[in-house]
């Protein structure tokens, strides 16, 4: 069953400048979905109006069979129910952390969904302890590392307890073991039932969560859907989106040169 | 960590979707306040895009127009018949239509404001009880005239020939001022036109803060739109007044600081970047010969109906 479906999607930022161009989608219960391209593709526009805070300028976008529109996101008992089964981390934390402290920016989801202040203490301190920011709690966000920005950014969605986790350029920024961290966090919530979809172009991560793939092409378009295993191996794909190149570099003392990914070649 | 998930977070509540067509939440004062900030953006683009386009005056040398502008508005301001003043008009509306300039929308924009700040706000001086003359409207008629102090309430009231005369001609000048700095604005990108104040003598340094200000505010607008997202992805419903005022004092901290630190990364780069106190512009290319030639063509015509 499909919880979020997108058909023909277009957008145009200033009612000029296109950024997606006739994008159907479907996304279902339980998956991890990735949305890859190069930079401009409209991968970070797609995820926004997937989470209904950006609207079509053509074509429609469903959640649980209902449309996303902005009449039905005024609707008080929708815009409720859409919000505690959405979240969305963006990829600057800055402008996601809006609270004095860490706690009361964790706090902030569970007390608009109206939970008691005790159970809503109660889920802060389970995120705290999972994301390991326990002393953190009295901080103000302009105090925190970029790594304990996203740690804080994801808890404030978490403690929501969404349905569905949208993730823009979730690794981007982060030292290798926040990263890894990160990944495994993405998993975990994964197994427990969570749908992800992240917008990226590091095809290392692709791998590693093996995501079912939208590719988008710089035109705007999608390119093609498919498994990471089909995406990752369809080198001319690739190519033509511009998220691998010809790449020059040293081994020893002789340049060597070959189609450039980490994943296809390195595979670090 | 799969041990450490909570066990919240195993649960799935309230799957089913609402029953529809309950309560609405109006949109509040902030939505409408960053709609319009955003509005700034869109408008920079459009800007931007449509003064980059090609076209008789679209590709005359910015510092000849920014001459053009204030030679033009002087004389606007200096002439007082309503010949020279149609003359202007007429100059800009022959300008605008072999640069091919959208009319509509630019004559929209003109007279919507020549409107307000022309017409509508010299309108009650044409008024007998400002404006002595032959009245040839009459508004309102009084028993008798009235006196007291310096003042003369005259019987009839109502706009004078020499009243109409007057609003017409300012309407006319406000209109000419409007149309001859929107006719810049519409062929020259703001950027182009900050750079060309140079040949009127305008410091260097005062040019880059006009600039790197210019630049901020676009930045500052998306930083306020991309936060209002932000929030609003976390919104499950409507946020009280009380919230949302302290929600915007958080933010305007957050700005504040988030400019603060912008402002020292800027002047690093501009240090990293060889910037030693003095600042030196690019020069321009020099004026081509079609461009002074069209310059003095438009010097000549502003000087006609100066003289005229």
Same mark, same amino acid.
């Given at each position: 069953m499909e919880i979020i479906r997108a058909e023909g999607v277009h957008y145009n930022y200033y009612n000029?400048? !296109?950024?997606?161009?006739?994008v159907s989608l479907g996304i279902s219960k339980g998956e991890k979905f990735a949305i890859i391209g190069s930079n401009g593709s409209g991968k970070s526009t797609l995820l926004q109006i997937l989470s209904g805070l950006l609207f079509p300028s053509q074509g429609r976008v469903f959640f649980h069979n209902n449309e996303l529109s902005e009449k039905s996101l005024r609707e008080k008992d929708f815009l409720r129910f859409f919000r505690e089964k959405v979240g969305f981390v963006f990829q600057d934390s800055d402008i996601q952390l809006f609270c004095p402290t860490v706690l009361d920016e964790l706090l902030f989801g569970p007390l608009q969904l109206g939970l008691e202040k005790e159970a809503a203490l109660e889920r802060v301190n389970e995120i705290m302890q999972m994301l390991k920011i326990e002393t953190l709690k009295d901080r103000p966000s302009y105090m925190l590392s970029g790594g304990e920005k996203k740690r804080v950014a994801i808890g404030s969605v978490l403690t929501m307890n969404p349905e569905v986790l949208l993730l823009d350029? !979730?690794?981007?920024?982060?030292d290798p073991k926040t990263q890894v961290f990160l990944l495994e966090l993405i998993l975990a919530l994964n197994e427990a039932g969570k749908i992800i979809v992240i917008a990226t172009h590091d095809l290392s991560l692709v791998d590693e969560l093996q995501a079912r793939v939208a590719v988008l092409s710089e035109e705007h378009r999608i390119e093609k859907i498919g498994t990471a295993e089909e995406i990752l191996r369809d080198e001319a794909l690739l190519l033509k989106v511009n998220l691998i190149h010809e790449h020059v570099h040293y081994h020893g003392q002789t340049t060597h040169t070959h189609i450039h990914s980490h994943y296809l070649f390195h595979r670090h | 960590m799969r041990n450490k998930i909570p066990p919240f977070l195993l649960t799935n509540p309230s799957s089913l979707p609402p029953e529809r067509g309950g309560g609405k939440v109006s949109m509040s004062y902030i939505d409408k306040g960053i709609e319009s900030f955003a509005g700034i953006l869109k408008e920079g683009y459009a800007q931007w895009e449509s003064a980059s386009g090609k076209g008789f005056f679209y590709e005359l040398d910015t510092r000849i127009k920014v001459v053009f502008w204030l030679f033009f508005i002087l004389v606007v301001s200096l002439k007082k018949e309503i010949l020279p003043e149609l003359s202007i008009f007429f100059t800009v509306f022959v300008i605008l239509l072999l640069s091919r300039v959208n009319l509509v929308t630019f004559y929209r924009k003109v007279f919507l404001l020549g409107f307000i700040f022309g017409f509508l706000i010299s309108l009650? +001086? +044409?008024?007998n009880v400002i404006t002595h003359g032959e009245v040839i409207f009459p508004v309102i008629t009084l028993p008798k005239a009235y006196d007291f102090w310096l003042y003369h309430i005259p019987g009839v009231i109502g706009f004078t020939a020499e009243g109409v005369s007057v609003v017409s001609m300012l309407t006319l000048r406000v209109i000419n001022s409007l149309s001859l700095s929107f006719l810049i604005l519409y062929t020259t990108p703001f950027p182009e036109i900050i750079k060309a104040l140079k040949v009127l003598k305008v410091p260097d340094a005062f040019l880059i803060i006009i600039s790197l200000t210019y630049k901020y505010i676009f930045i500052f607008a998306r930083i306020v739109a991309d936060m209002h997202l932000a929030k609003k992805s976390r919104l499950a419903g409507a946020l009280k007044s009380a919230e949302a005022r302290d929600w915007i004092a958080g933010r305007i901290a957050f700005i504040f600081k988030k400019t603060q630190l912008k402002c020292d990364d800027v002047f690093k780069a501009m240090v990293g970047r060889g910037f030693s106190g003095e600042i030196k512009l690019y020069q321009y290319q020099k004026i081509t010969g079609r461009d002074w030639g069209l310059g003095f063509f438009l010097l000549t015509l502003g000087s006609l109906i100066l003289w005229v």
């Open positions: 000029r400048f !296109p950024a997606l161009i006739d350029e !979730p690794t981007s920024g982060l | 009650p +001086s +044409s008024l």
